[in-house]
């Protein structure tokens, strides 16, 4: 899964709420599901600084989520359901995550830091695990670096705050250990793959300096770390683990795959814009005006053409994928540059879900 960022319209939030009584009350409102026609009003009632945008795609069950900041749009085939609603104002979300082990959705409200399940119950608030630093708070630094749910057959877990978690449910995270590293590093990915623990570090301090941060990856067997080896990013994006291994993308596009002793920067059919863990546990990879491929023992396979056009400007993606079905979703990161849009692809072709649209009707 996704290495969170708080980037775009999420940012636009108070982090002073976080610890306080304020927070705590706001943190147990129970979501209201509303009728697409809703989606419109709140659209048209965000401030002039921030436009309408995306910040995830998951499936959970037979419906595609997806989050944004006027709450979770729910779609059900090419139609859209639903808006569940937190907030009247500030309903910012960030990425869901499918955890296909317990058949559950996960994300996190920014408005007040707290995550979010469903499952087949309904709707649950759990809490962030205790800050692990001498604060006793998590800092606005932690805050914007956002955190981020990654699952498979050994559990799910946390990554934030240069840590990471194992949930142990019904309400407990569960710290784990961390390689030995320089002073101020912390863990900002983890994956697995073939009974196999791959986390990515950041090694040291490198906040408000010229040069881009360092990063290794270590890989776990028991109780035992790996030495480090160079992870040659600028800063990792996403680190995903599928049946064939460990990747990780990072912000400039590139890819590369953690072998046992090195990373391999992988030949790509373009930038890699996103992405995402096939029903079959095959990588899916989207690059920008090139299309949607899947990686097999052949190399890359081409199995979507792009859905915009070649005069599309600068955005970030996001790709989910479900027994066939490929969600795609961008947002543009200027006004006036990238185009904020969904698509569905079922049968090899796509669907435009035209959310402000679809809510007049």
């Known amino acids: 899964m996704p290495v969170g960022l708080c980037l775009g319209v999420t940012c636009f939030v108070s982090f002073m709420l976080l610890g306080s009584e304020a927070a705590e ?16 009003r709140r659209i048209a009632s965000l401030p002039n600084y921030a436009h309408f945008g995306f910040s995830g795609v998951a499936f959970d069950a037979d419906r595609l989520y997806v989050t944004t900041n006027i709450g979770l749009i729910e779609v059900q085939g090419t139609s859209v359901k639903s808006l569940h609603s937190w ?13 296909r082990a317990s058949k559950s959705l996960w994300l996190q409200h ?28 998590y800092t606005r630094g932690d805050m914007v ?16 705050a240069d840590h990471v978690w194992t949930w142990s449910p019904p309400d407990r995270w569960i710290l784990d250990t961390s390689p030995s590293a320089p002073e101020y590093s912390g863990s900002v990915g983890v994956a697995f793959s073939r009974g196999r623990e791959a986390r990515i570090m950041r090694l040291g301090s490198c906040f ?9 990856f270590y890989w776990r067997n028991g109780q035992d770390w790996s030495e480090p080896r160079t992870l040659p990013m600028t800063r990792p994006s996403q680190i995903l683990g599928t049946a ?9 596009g590139e890819l590369v795959r953690l072998d046992d002793e090195s990373a391999v920067v992988l030949e790509t059919p373009g930038k890699c814009e996103a992405v995402a863990l096939t029903s079959s546990g095959k990588l899916m990879a989207s690059f920008v005006g090139a299309g949607v491929f899947t990686l097999t023992s052949d190399g890359w396979t081409k199995i979507l053409d792009s859905p915009y056009g070649p005069s599309e400007g600068e955005h970030r993606a996001y790709l989910a994928e479900k027994d066939g ?26 669907t435009r879900i035209d959310v402000e649209h679809a809510a007049k009707n």
Not at 25 to 40: N, S, W, Y
Not at 87 to 99: C, K, Q, T
Not at 338 to 343: I, K, P, R
């Open 110 to 137: 920014i408005h007040d830091g707290v995550l979010r399940r469903l499952d087949e119950t309904g709707w649950h608030l759990v809490a962030l695990p205790a800050p692990p630093n001498a604060y006793g708070y």
């Open 244 to 252: 064939d291994g460990v990747f990780a993308r990072d912000d400039k």
């Open 325 to 350: 079905t490929v969600a795609y979703a961008t947002d543009g990161k200027l006004e006036n540059s990238g185009t904020t849009a969904l698509w569905v692809a079922e049968g090899g072709r796509w």
């Open 25 to 40: 009350r706001q943190g147990a409102a129970v979501p209201k599901t509303l009728p697409p026609t809703e989606i419109g």
């Open 87 to 99: 907030y009247l104002r500030d309903d910012v979300l960030e990425w869901p995550w499918a955890d």
């Open 145 to 160: 670096a956002g955190f981020h749910v990654t699952s498979d057959a050994t559990g799910l877990h946390l990554v934030g």
């Open 208 to 216: 408000g300096g010229p040069l881009p941060c360092d990063y290794a």
